[in-house]
């Protein structure tokens, strides 16, 4: 028996980077993939992927802050595999811009896709949970969501996601279903290696590396599988120990290595 045999998992943002790599290991676990997203020609390459290693995956074009694309790609997964019992809200994106530089254009360009997109699909995706039983719902928030970074909208909607995990979490226990928050650090995607701060950040890990979306995955893994049966409305932190440390990772670092301060610098920071 594989972890997700019988499941059926819908992974926004699953066309490449993250999300991708979901697909492949939900797949891999027995679970029949949606993989949702703007990106068509990855998102039907990877479903091609995946159905030529002998998995269940198919995309549907999905543009996460879209309310009528949500009702039209749930009713055409339920048509395809019957019920919805995973839904990972992990479609994301990021401009490393402070307050006083946000324009309102941008702030609401971030918080359309990152904290209105996961309460659409909580909002249509729940019910249908419901009646199958019940599910599990994963929200890909950031260590972004634990600290203030200069990205103000990307920070705000991320920290949004956790209060959005914990008021879900709530009220949809009563239906069977289970929402829980992922806190990654910086993870080598198109997103997290194209940060400005990304090599520093890495240096002010304790465990001196970024993670990997095989990291990232195994853990979706775990909030998705019956495994976590008893965990609803929580985050998990996978950072390799950048949020524990605070700063004091750096600072040793540039006590021993003064010129560090050279990275910092170069990054803007
Ligand atoms: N990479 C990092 O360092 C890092 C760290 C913490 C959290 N995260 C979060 O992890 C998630 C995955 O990011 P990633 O690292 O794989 O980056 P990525 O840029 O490789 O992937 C993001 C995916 O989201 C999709 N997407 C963007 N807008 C969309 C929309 N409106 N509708 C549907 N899909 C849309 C993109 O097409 C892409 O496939 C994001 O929520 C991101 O904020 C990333």
Known sequence: MRKLDNQVAIITGGARGQGAEEARRFALEGAAVAICDVLETEGNRLAAEISAAGGHARFFPLDVSSEQRWQTIVSEVVEWRDKITILVNNAGIINQLGVLETSIDEWNRVMNVNITGPFLGIKHVAPIMGRAGG??????????????????AYVSSKTGLLGLTRTAATE?????????????????TDMGSGLSSAEAMRVATPMLRHGTVDDVARLALFLASNDSDYITGTEITIDGGF????????????????????VLKAAGL
């Open 135 to 152: 599910g599990s719902i994963i929200n890909i928030a950031s260590t972004a969501s634990h600290l203030g970074v200069k990205c103000a």
């Open 172 to 188: 949809l226990a009563d239906l069977g279903v289970r929402v829980n928050a992922i806190c990654p650090g910086v993870v080598a």
């Open 243 to 262: 949020v524990a440390a605070g700063a004091m990772k750096l600072v040793r670092h540039l006590v021993n290595n003064p010129k560090a301060l050279d």
